[in-house]
């Protein structure tokens, strides 16, 4: 038995797990999320803002002490769509080196859909299905298709909920016009990818935790997320200001300014791919990297 650990540097927060055991079981010993927001102010100018990233490398020397406790043997630190616009990337690196040890991989896209994919698969029971599975993040959302033996299609499409929330809300709440752009937005840069999905006609889609974990937090569907409901909860939702937001059941206070772009991200997928239920896995990114660690 092996004890590893992985982290997943994103846009809006970093994530870190423990696991010990082998990629057939696994046992999550440590698990800890860090509101840090990398990206706070960056997609202005694409770079990387002091504030954030001293809360970044904090958090960093906080995960090198629980790594260096539980006797971690094999560690991987990942970093997505943050690192792969933030033009002072490479700084931030050799600072992160220098401050911790760790160094960080920023990897592609399509690997973190890969990632993705495993993870949530292998997390629910999809009863042999072909799964369209959705990660909506800050900076990036990935889509892929497959079961657990095989994956036909993994997409990465930078766009995201923060990068929407920068971009376009001036307001709180955000005005018509702010709205209509980013379902424009949305629409543009989802739809070649979104006919390609419903061609590929999967049986099944799954979302995992992150923007649309929080959606099925807080709407808490019996059978899966419909368009109906998330139609309803766009309705009110775009009405309300951050304030309000952060009073809802099961939403973590640091995703109420990017809950409302995340879900109109959501929406477009729903509507564009056949108006199917939307499942929940427990599992995405950092269980994908913990199996794909325990296998090497």
Do not use: C, W
Not at 7 to 18: C, E, F, H, K, S
Not at 94 to 110: A, C, P, R, Y
């Amino acid at each position: 038995m092996q004890t590893i650990a992985t982290v997943d540097l994103g846009t809006n927060a970093m994530r870190l797990a423990i696991a010990s055991g082998s990629y057939e079981k696994y046992d999550l010993v440590h698990y800890i999320r860090y509101p840090n927001r990398l990206s706070d102010g960056m997609y202005a100018d694409s770079m990387l803002k002091q504030p954030a990233i001293d809360r970044t490398i904090n958090a960093l020397e906080e995960i090198r002490t629980l790594i260096d406790k539980y006797d971690v043997t094999r560690t991987r630190l990942i970093s997505t769509s943050v690192l792969r616009t933030a033009k002072n990337n490479n700084a931030f690196l050799k600072l992160v080196k220098q401050k911790t040890g760790f160094d960080i991989e920023i990897i592609h896209g399509d690997e973190e859909a890969r990632l993705i994919h495993t993870g949530a698969v292998n997390g629910i029971d999809t009863g042999g299905k072909k799964a369209l599975v959705v990660d909506i993040g800050g900076g990036s959302t990935e889509l892929s298709i497959g079961d657990r033996e095989h994956i036909e299609m993994a997409v990465s499409i930078e766009t995201g909920a923060v990068r929407l929330k920068e971009q376009f809300i001036k307001h709180d709440p955000p005005s018509r016009d702010e709205l209509v752009e980013i379902e424009q937005t949305v629409k543009n840069n989802f739809s070649p990818i979104l006919k390609k999905i419903t061609r590929a006609e999967p049986e099944i889609r799954i979302g995992v935790p992150g923007n649309i974990g929080t959606i099925y937090n807080i709407l808490k569907p019996q059978e899966g997320l419909t368009l109906t409901m998330l139609e309803g909860f766009y309705g009110k939702l775009s009405l309300l200001h951050v304030s309000e937001i952060k009073s809802l059941t099961g939403l973590e206070a640091d995703k109420a300014d990017i809950l409302l772009p995340g879900l109109m991200i959501l929406l477009e997928i729903i509507k564009a791919t056949g108006n199917k239920r939307f499942h929940i896995s427990p599992h995405g990114l950092l269980h994908g990297m913990l199996i794909q660690l325990f296998r090497m």
